[in-house]
């Protein structure tokens, strides 16, 4: 650096100032290289425990990869190779790459032996030149947080390039605060973001090519927290995503689908399902409940199921967590909570932490694009959630599917009455997005589903008595409500409830209890 300012001098000319992401890559590096000593699995994970942790992560993470034969990977970040050897062992081809020569040199030494499908190179990610089109998986694990903000908008969109269409970027970081127990000094240079950071940057970006004329761009698979480090350090925010590459529709115009969002996701935590909009639905549900009657129709509905130890159950639309908490800590179940608001999860992630249950996994995911494999599950539960589904028939075969022989399936809804529906009712499933049947016709699209024993109860009488009752509690908590949000707050629950109320008591609005079993 000293030698290219003397050079600017001796010319006559003004040293150029680096710029802010060379300042930010340099940081970087002199980090790096400060914490790379023995290159061992120490450095690479800057925690004391590393080994243990690596025994119990890496199968974790290597569970959420997608079928590996015959791929092209290419592996960002690669380190000293704690992943390079899986991927190499089924995938056709792997360029592996890391900007630290010692790691990469170490990665080669253990895996160059055994895996020559693997191409090691030591360079900067953000100065690779590849070919569009050219990999169908791209893998980093803790990458992005070591690059400034512009560096990842620009990665992710040289990502998008690189992918083949329908391939996939899968990708793991530190949100909020460090993985490891290493110290890393006042001038650590690592970015721990919000995870809704990444969302944003993956849900914008774009590709224009012109044979043929498409544009594509990243569809969420999920974003999940890694149990390891729930379970093992009380760190909910170990975050993993999964986004697949795909053709947008020529006529793509986001902004009209949803009310001025660009995805459904964007809808909800922007509006319906915003910060403020989760806290006082919760006031009224009780707390971790954003679902009809909280805790008390969960300890009503939840035994129905007849939960044994040890059974794999999957909340879809679990929310702030209230369902699958309780079904975790009084059936000792392990649980999966799906919910496609980003806020939603964010704040249950950050409540994992005082609740230090890790049995309950919580994932952000459009349950209508998630994959499981077949008898992934023995429960599937639900609470007041699929109302958002259009093709409910579509998503009921997928669960049929997910369950194991046996498998029982527990659902609450929103219905409407078969007869005409009024005008206010009509704007208002329009408003929110909503697609509702009749309680008789939902319990059928489950029996054609495939599931038995089908029950389809009408618990309407049921919601209007649990309404009514949560009008009283807030009109008791006026005071409460008002300084804990506004007046505005507290008149729009009001409203919400008490519209609820009249459009149920006109027969438009139902509300439904559903069950069934997987012969």
Same mark, same amino acid.
């Given at each position: ?85 899986? *991927? ?30 693997? @191409? ?6 953000? &100065? ?26 620009? *990665?992710?969109?040289?990502?998008? !390039? ?88 020529? @006529? ?16 909800? @935590?922007?509006?319906?399902? %915003? ?42 639309? %679990? ?60 429960? $599937? ?63 059928? *699209? ?15 009488? &049921? ?18 409500? $008002? ?22 008591? !006109? ?5 439904? *209890?559903?069950?069934?079993? !997987?012969?």
């Amino acid at each position: 650096m000293s030698t290219d300012n003397g050079a600017h001098a001796a010319n006559g000319t003004a040293p150029t100032k680096p710029s802010g992401d060379a300042v930010t890559r340099g940081a970087m590096k002199a980090f790096w290289q400060g914490h790379c000593t023995t290159a061992s699995i120490q450095d690479m994970m800057l925690d004391a425990n590393a080994e243990v942790l690596d025994e119990v992560e890496k199968p974790e993470i290597q569970s959420m990869m997608p079928d590996l034969k015959g791929l092209r990977v290419l592996e960002l970040g690669a380190g000293i190779g704690r992943y390079t050897g899986f *991927l190499a062992k089924s995938a056709a081809y792997v360029k592996s790459i890391d900007f630290i020569e010692k790691f990469i040199e170490k990665n080669r030494e253990i895996n160059g032996p055994v895996h020559p499908n693997v @191409d090691f190179v030591c360079g900067d990610v953000m &100065q690779l030149e590849l070919e569009d089109n050219s990999f169908d998986l791209v893998f980093s694990n803790w990458l992005l947080m070591y690059l400034a903000d512009s560096e990842v908008e620009k *990665l992710v969109t040289m990502m998008l !390039k690189w992918l083949k269409p329908d391939g996939q970027v899968f990708f793991r970081e530190s949100c909020f605060r460090p993985s490891g127990n290493r110290k890393r000094g006042a001038d650590n240079p690592t970015k721990y973001r919000d995870p809704k950071h990444y969302h944003r940057i993956f849900e914008t970006a774009q590709q224009h090519t012109e044979a043929p004329r498409t544009t594509f761009g990243f569809e969420l698979n999920f974003s999940r927290c890694i149990r390891t480090y729930l379970q093992m350090k009380n760190n909910p925010h170990q975050m993993c995503w999964s986004w697949n590459k795909v053709a947008l529709p020529e @006529d793509h115009k986001p902004e009209d689908e949803f009310f001025g969002c660009q995805t459904m996701r964007q809808f909800l @935590d922007d509006q319906q399902y %915003s910060i403020n909009g989760i806290l006082r639905y919760e006031k009224m549900f009780g707390r971790n409940y954003v679902s009809t009657g909280g805790p008390e129709t969960t300890a009503e509905f939840v035994p129905m199921l007849k939960l044994q130890t040890g059974e794999q159950v999957l909340d879809v639309g %679990s929310g702030l967590g209230g369902g699958a908490l309780y079904m975790a800590e009084n059936y000792n179940v392990d649980v999966v909570g799906l919910d496609l608001s980003t806020n939603m999860v964010h704040i249950a992630l950050d409540r994992a932490i005082s609740c230090q249950s890790g049995s309950v996994l919580y994932e952000v995911s459009d349950v209508t694009k998630r994959q499981f494999p077949e008898a992934s599950y023995d429960v $599937i539960y639900s609470r007041d959630t699929l109302l958002h589904i259009p093709n409910k028939a579509e998503v009921f075969k997928m669960f049929y599917r997910w369950l194991r022989p046996g498998g029982r399936i527990l659902i609450s809804d929103y219905c409407c009455g078969e007869g005409e529906w009024a005008d206010d009712f009509k704007a208002y499933v329009e408003q929110r997005h909503y697609t509702l049947h009749s309680v008789p016709h939902y319990g059928q *699209l489950l029996r054609n589903a495939g599931f038995l024993d089908v029950v389809a109860d009408d618990r309407s009488k &049921q919601f209007v008595d649990i309404l009514e009752r949560e009008i009283k509690k807030a009109k008791d908590e006026r005071n409460e409500l $008002i300084k804990e949000f506004s007046e505005k707050d507290y008149q729009d629950l009001l409203t919400g409830w008490t519209s609820k109320v009249h459009r149920v008591n !006109k027969g438009n609005q139902c509300w439904g *209890l559903f069950y069934g079993r !997987k012969p």
